[in-house]
């Protein structure tokens, strides 16, 4: 008959998996902030010559 602390996990295999929660949350925290900052960049104003040419659409 097995001991019931043989039925745990190990002390290591607890420390491996808080250790890959914490990374797998920090970065989706960090994916989340870049998301988030990249939406709000302010660009700078576009002059006339950067702008692209306005091709009119054709439709078949």
Do not use: D, N
């Amino acid at each position: 008959m097995r001991k019931h602390w043989e039925a745990l996990m190990s002390l290591a295999l607890i420390i491996f998996m808080l250790v890959t929660a914490w990374l797998a949350v920090a970065a989706a925290m960090l994916w989340g902030v870049l998301r988030i900052a990249r939406r709000h960049q302010h660009h700078p104003p576009r002059l006339e010559a950067e702008k692209p040419i306005e091709r009119p659409t054709t439709v078949h």
